[in-house]
């Protein structure tokens, strides 16, 4: 007899991380509806109605589905939570998520573009789509009897006019990505430098990514290097104070020392340059990618943003498609790389020049 393993991580009110056996699925919803996405690229759809115990759930095909949904929000200032133990613990698991972005990537690789310009359309457009006829089937099949004995009309009504709704929504999404993903496709395939450029922005990479930086700007340095600019804060980010559980189970909220501080920093910083770096990868047929990271910070005399470059590196794919980014401390990892970086354990980072190629 072998032994399942399943562990379910919260991250926010309708996201979760579900890790098993099989792999890893990130998923998302709330009362009524739930969408998982796994990692080995399946979507998987769940209708219920609150309150009866009745669900459908519906496996589509996600493999062409490239725009994700976004990362969530982290450090939430009002967390709603009125528990401390729950508190704390998703203190933990948002300083968890900052500290290992570079073990996840926001667009698969190995993408057949010629693939996905063909794909056929999801459903006819002006037509029902999947996951609202799925949703009617629901409703349609369950209306009588037991539905009675546990709502009221009005109150079966209202449910299930908000499943509909949401189904609605999933499938003009659905067609939207279809729509997208094949003009994306047909500029992937025109092989050119300003088509490939024109693609990062239709897929508006920054944003993906729109919790964690401010700005991303993309250029070439030659044929088959890419550069991109990253603004971000530091400071606005991560918090300066922990939070932490006393010996009798109370809320106890202290202040990083800066070494801890700063130890968080990097590893953010270096994290997210190599989640950025794997997106661009992945999505672009370059061999190296020059990165940029500019820092925003408040001038404490005149109040104003100033920004300095903390991070200059020149990431190649062959290098980078040998790392186990999942075994490594991320800013230990930039050794692997032609680098420029100044960072002081009890200050954090310096500001440095760009790294010459």
Known sequence: MGFNFRKRIRLGKLFSLNIGKSGASISFGAKGFRQS???????????????????????????????????????????GFSDPEAEVNAYREDIALITTLHHYEDYPSGIDWEEVKVEAEP???????????????????????????????????????????????MDEELYTAWQNNRIIADKMLHDDKESYLEVLEDLKLSEELGHYVRNMDFSYTDHDSLKVDMTLSIDDFIPEEYKALTPTGKLSIKKYTKTDYYDIANQFVSGLVFRTARNLLNILPVEDVLVNVWETEKNKYSGVDESKRILSILIDRNTFRKLNLEKVNPFDALTNFRHEVEFVKTRGFKEVDELKI
């Open 37 to 79: 996405f796994s990692t080995r690229g399946s979507s998987r759809t769940t209708f219920s109605l609150p309150g009866t115990g009745l669900s459908y759930s519906k496996t589509l095909s996600a493999k062409s589905i490239l725009k994700k949904f976004g990362n969530r929000e982290v450090f939430r200032k009002e967390s």
């Open 123 to 169: 459903f006819e457009k002006g037509k029902t789509g999947p996951h609202t006829e799925e949703a009617m089937k629901l409703v349609e099949e369950n209306r009588p009897g037991l539905f009675a004995r546990v709502f009221k009309k009005g109150d079966f009504e209202d449910k299930s006019k908000e499943v509909l709704e949401e189904a609605r929504k």
